[in-house]
């Protein structure tokens, strides 16, 4: 699949502080945490990524990942969809 079709930059502010925003919508697992990962590895340190998508898993497997590879989950929301995740990547 495409990255480009599942990730942009968000439009209305092209700041190098605005966050990639990923939307992962539709996608089942575990591609929500394969493109999610894919992500921060291809992102600078410190950039800001937030993740929205529909799978139900997604609320176990992209928190565990996050962890699991040093990144800080700054936030979720999970009580309702689309399932959304912000996330910053490690500085080193």
């Given amino acids: 699949m495409d990255d480009s079709a599942n990730s942009r930059e968000d439009g209305a502010d092209n700041s190098a502080n605005a966050p990639v ?6 996608l089942k697992c575990p591609l929500p945490a394969l493109h999610t990962r894919r992500a921060l590895e291809r992102a600078a340190p410190g950039t800001r990524l937030v993740v929205e998508c529909t799978d ?10 996050v962890n699991q590879t040093g990144n800080e989950l700054e ?5 309702a969809v689309p399932l959304v995740f912000r996330i910053r990547k490690r500085l080193i």
């Fill in 21 to 26: 925003r990923l939307d992962l919508k539709g």
């Fill in 75 to 79: 936030g979720q929301e999970t009580n």
């Fill in 56 to 65: 139900p898993m997604a609320a176990i497997d992209i928190p565990h990942l």
